[in-house]
T-cell receptor, first 119, second 114 residues
Framework: NAGVMQNPRHLVRRRGQEARLRCSPM?????VYWYRQLPEEGLKFMVY????????ESGMPKERFSAEFPKEGPSILRIQQVVRGDSAAYFC?????????????????FGPGTRLTVL | AQSVAQPEDQVNVAEGNPLTVKCTYS??????LFWYVQYPNRGLQFLLK????DNLVKGSYGFEAEFNKSQTSFHLKKPSALVSDSALYFC????????????WGAGTKLIIKP
């Protein structure tokens, strides 16, 4: 059973370009979470998606950032007009459908991350 | 305010000695607590979690953690450290207001010296 896949692993963009980060959840997982990790810091929640639905995007900047999880294919985190401050590691995690509502205790499993460098 | 604190930026332990990585939390409701490990240039790997039940939780690679409600702590422990345990360790707690959001500590760098 393959784990969470993310690509690319490393992405270099110049200021003003667009960055597209992809995440394929573990098989059987329908929940996807995106996190950002700045150097020497912990993870910061960005967005939580289920298939074709954004459940919570409270951690995502209001401008330039968007995320989707289509019915088919990977989840995409898109950053438009990147700036140097966007340089970070972006991690995707997935979890299976919640068995207990509202108490979802399922573990989130993480991908290897995409390290974005903005020149 | 809901938060997780890992008071030590770095912990140094000699190989073979016991290790402890500290974590304290503040959250509304019952805490669901997690430990993850991150190796250089890799993603986070799940180690263990506490949801309910026995306060001592055993996880991967010989790690365990003890939930202490009165001290609001969830320290990670291992009886005998290995050099290969050297990594960055993150404690996380589920946000009591959310069904899924995790609040993360800043991480503790664990260095095991041979």
């Amino acid at each position: 059973n393959a784990g969470v896949m993310q690509n690319p692993r490393h992405l270099v963009r110049r200021r003003g370009q667009e960055a597209r980060l992809r995440c394929s959840p573990m098989k059987g997982h329908s929940h996807v979470y995106w996190y950002r990790q700045l150097p020497e810091e912990g993870l910061k929640f960005m967005v939580y998606l289920q298939k074709e639905n954004i459940i919570d995007e409270s951690g995502m900047p209001k401008e330039r950032f968007s995320a989707e999880f289509p019915k088919e294919g990977p989840s995409i985190l898109r950053i438009q007009q990147v700036v140097r401050g966007d340089s970070a590691a972006y991690f995707c995690a997935s979890s299976p459908p919640a068995r207990g509502v509202p108490l979802n205790t399922d573990t989130q499993y993480f991908g290897p991350g995409t390290r974005l460098t903005v020149l | 305010a809901q938060s997780v604190a890992q008071p030590e930026d770095q912990v140094n332990v000699a190989e073979g000695n016991p290790l402890t990585v500290k974590c304290t939390y503040s959250v509304s409701g019952n805490p669901y607590l997690f430990w993850y490990v991150q190796y250089p240039n890799r993603g986070l790997q799940f180690l263990l979690k506490y949801i309910t039940g026995d306060n001592l939780v055993k996880g991967s690679y010989g790690f365990e953690a003890e939930f202490n409600k009165s001290q609001t702590s969830f320290h990670l422990k291992k009886p005998s450290a290995l050099v290969s345990d050297s990594a960055l360790y993150f404690c996380a707690v589920r946000d009591g207001r959310s069904n899924y959001q995790l609040i993360w500590g800043a991480g503790t760098k664990l260095i095991i010296k041979p």
